[in-house]
């Protein structure tokens, strides 16, 4: 059985920093992409980021792009999303995704929520202004 745990969430003033981490358990393929995901309250799920685990490719939201960076460590099976200069907007839970559909990144569907098949509890992430 796959598991995905989110951790690193927390309060932020505007312009800092925070670490997300992301550790899987069991095994979700030989190829796969991880995805981070966040949620504001009354908005929809959105994409990120996300990563490919054989080449290590990433992708990234236009709104993010240039702060956040994502990164896997195969060893620990653990996947981080490095977020710098936080916005109040960058307000949300945020969630890990794991999907062995690895064509979503080349296809640029990967921020397409419904194509992910399991999913963190997630972690909140509050920035203050």
């Known amino acids: 059985e796959v598991q995905l745990v989110e951790s690193g969430g927390g309060l932020v003033q505007a312009g800092g920093s925070l670490r997300l981490s992301c550790a899987a358990s069991?095994?979700?393929?030989?190829?796969?992409?991880i995805g981070w995901f966040r949620q504001a309250p009354g908005k929809e799920r959105e994409g990120v980021s996300c990563?490919?685990?054989?080449?290590?490719?990433?992708a990234y939201s236009d709104s993010v792009k240039g702060r956040f960076t994502i990164s896997s460590d195969n060893a620990k099976n653990t996947v981080y999303l490095q977020m710098n200069s936080l916005k109040p907007e960058d307000t949300a839970i945020y969630y890990c995704?794991?999907?062995?559909?690895?064509?979503?990144?080349?296809?640029?569907?990967?921020?397409?929520?419904?194509?992910?098949?399991?999913w963190g509890q997630g972690t909140q992430v509050t920035v203050s202004s």
């Open positions: 995704a794991a999907t062995r559909r690895t064509f979503l990144l080349r296809a640029r569907l990967w921020s397409f929520p419904n194509a992910y098949d399991y």
């Open positions: 069991g095994f979700i393929g030989d190829d796969y992409v």
């Open positions: 990563i490919r685990s054989s080449d290590v490719r990433t």
